[in-house]
């Protein structure tokens, strides 16, 4: 009888142990959290163009620098991607504004874009690799939401599909930054 409980009481820690694991695990996909509320999300094409041109240069420009700074290969690789990624984006965007007969703005960096870069001018190494990962992540969650939200509430149809096109691209780009170490 004694045994019969013993047993029964290890199960059930081993039961809870397990479904504690399972907890664990499902909470750690969610690596970085949404786009910060106080975000605007244009569904202007004008607004739109502005942000997604602005996500795109501080994508470029700060990939740039990782191929310069960075101290892994990895980084260094993924930087390299995202140069050409957001080239595209960046060029598709372009493309879809003139066919609309829109005039797209410059791409700009905004003064929080400015203020991450200046950061990564002045690291190189692990603590570049630490700074550009944790950067990059924030940025790729806002840029989601840029993206999703104007494909689904933008008031430009050409702009619409270019939006929803960069969805799933962010979306790889998210995956990936969620398989490279976080420090």
Known sequence: MK????CGALALLAMTAATRSEATRGA?????????????MPRDAMGYARQAGAGDLYEIESSTLAQQRAGSGAV?????????????????????????????PPPVLDARQRKMIDELRGLSGARFDSAYL?????????????????????????LR???????????RHVDLLARLPKD
Do not use: K
């Not at 045994?3 to 013993?6: G, K, N, P, V």
């Not at 260094?76 to 829109?102: K, P, Y």
């Open 3 to 6: 045994t019969m409980m013993l």
């Open 28 to 40: 750690s996909l969610q690596t970085e959290p949404m786009a910060p509320p106080q975000m605007a």
């Open 76 to 104: 260094r690789q993924f930087g390299q991607m995202m140069i050409e990624h957001h080239g595209m984006t960046t060029q598709q965007l372009t493309d879809a504004a003139r066919t609309a007969g829109m005039t797209p």
């Open 134 to 158: 944790r950067q990059q992540r924030t940025a790729h969650q806002e840029a989601l939401a840029l993206h999703a939200g104007y494909a689904e509430n933008g008031d430009n149809a050409a």
């Open 161 to 171: 599909t270019v939006a929803a096109a960069a969805v799933p691209i962010v979306q």
